[in-house]
Nanobody
Framework: QVQLVESGGGLVQAGGSLRLSCAAS????????MAWYRQAPGKERELVAR???????NYADSVKGRFIISRDNAKNMVYLQMNSLKFEDTAVYYC?????????WGQGPQVTVSS
C-alpha cells in the first residue's frame, strides 16, 4: 500500500503561520517530484508549490515570499511552511507526489484562516 499522509491543518489567525507535513511510505521518495495543491470552495484546484527531487522549487504568485516548500528525503517527508497567512489562503491542501506513471495524493486537510 502506497500512501501520502498529511498533518498540520487547522484554524489560524490572519498574519499567523502554519506548517503542513506529508509523510510518504513504500515509494522511492527521493525520486519523486513533490507538490502542494489547494482547492477552495467553488474554485479549481491550483498548484501552490512544487519541489523537484533535486530540490528546485516553484511557487504560485499568490504565495511567493510567504510559503516555503521543503523536503527531507531521509525521513520521506515534505513540508509546507505557511507564513503571513491571509483569508484567501483558506482551502483544502493536498500533498502530491509524481514519478513516471505514479501520481499520489494525500487526504487533504482543511486550512482555515480567520481575520
Amino acid at each position: 500500500q502506497v500512501q501520502l499522509v498529511e498533518s498540520g491543518g487547522g484554524l489560524v489567525q490572519a498574519g499567523g503561520s502554519l506548517r503542513l507535513s506529508c509523510a510518504a511510505s513504500r515509494i522511492d521518495f527521493s525520486m519523486y517530484v513533490m507538490a502542494w495543491y489547494r482547492q477552495a470552495p467553488g474554485k479549481e484546484r491550483e498548484l501552490v508549490a512544487r519541489i523537484t527531487s533535486g530540490g528546485s522549487t516553484n511557487y504560485a504568485d499568490s504565495v511567493k515570499g510567504r510559503f516555503i516548500i521543503s523536503r527531507d528525503n531521509a525521513k520521506n517527508m515534505v513540508y509546507l511552511q505557511m507564513n503571513s497567512l491571509k483569508f484567501e489562503d483558506t482551502a483544502v491542501y493536498y500533498c502530491n507526489g509524481q514519478r513516471g506513471p505514479f501520481d499520489l495524493w494525500g487526504q487533504g486537510p482543511q486550512v482555515t484562516v480567520s481575520s
